[in-house]
Nanobody, 123 residues
């Protein structure tokens, strides 16, 4: 079992930046792809960015050039979000699993999820 804990969510204005963190623990998490998803009110959860153990990285088109996914030296998953827009508002979730299909941003590929952290971007 993998335990994931997100932090860093906050309220910011359009154009601002936030840095989300996801601390992982448990079995085999260091062999898994780790990803960020988000869910806006009334919308389905969607993939934002993923970082596979192979080094492969995937971004949703809506965040390319603005968000950066990485891991720090303690294996904490980081999502650096710049030039935030109102459409970025939502609960951001960390997820982890082995992704054999290469479909890193598909919700159904992941069994392990954190509780989420709220990001609110206002104009």
């Amino acid at each position: 079992e993998v335990h994931l804990v997100e932090s860093g969510g906050a309220s910011v204005q359009v154009g601002g930046s936030l840095r989300l963190s996801c601390a992982a623990s448990g079995s085999f998490y260091d062999h898994y792809c780790m990803a960020w998803f988000r869910q806006a009110p009334g919308k389905e959860r969607e993939g934002v960015a993923a970082l596979d153990v192979t080094g492969a990285i995937a971004y949703a088109n809506s965040v390319k050039g603005r968000f950066t996914i990485s891991k720090d030296n303690k294996d904490t998953l980081i999502l650096q979000m710049d030039s935030l827009q109102t459409d970025d508002t939502g609960v951001y979730y960390c997820a982890a699993d082995f992704i054999g299909s290469g479909d890193y941003l598909r919700v159904g590929e992941y069994r392990n999820w954190g509780q989420g952290t709220q990001v609110t971007v206002s104009s």
